[in-house]
């Protein structure tokens, strides 16, 4: 029997206009609401993400960070 999904955590979250855009977008493509995307997203974070690709796009985007801050 599948896992019922219910939602239980709520928390505020800042994102990046092209960062909401892009899960926006998943989202649709997905035919889920963006809370629900993001819960897939972790919850199968390890069989979805390219661990050396992931580790090159953190590099840069933490280089980047203080520069898209200001």
């Known amino acids: 029997?599948?896992?019922?999904?219910?939602l239980t955590r709520r928390f505020?979250?800042?994102?990046t206009e092209?960062?909401?855009?892009?899960?926006?977008k998943f989202a649709t493509e997905?035919?889920?609401?963006?809370?629900?995307a993001l819960s897939f997203l972790f919850?199968?974070?390890n069989s979805v993400m390219n661990e050396e690709n992931l580790t090159t796009?953190?590099?840069?985007f933490n280089a980047e960070?203080?520069?898209?801050?200001?």
């Open 43 to 45: 919850e199968n974070f």
């Open 57 to 60: 796009r953190l590099r840069l």
């Open 65 to 70: 960070l203080d520069d898209r801050k200001k």
């Open 12 to 15: 505020p979250v800042a994102m």
């Open 18 to 24: 092209d960062g909401y855009r892009r899960l926006k």
């Open 1 to 6: 029997m599948p896992k019922r999904l219910r």
């Open 30 to 36: 997905a035919g889920l609401d963006e809370g629900e």
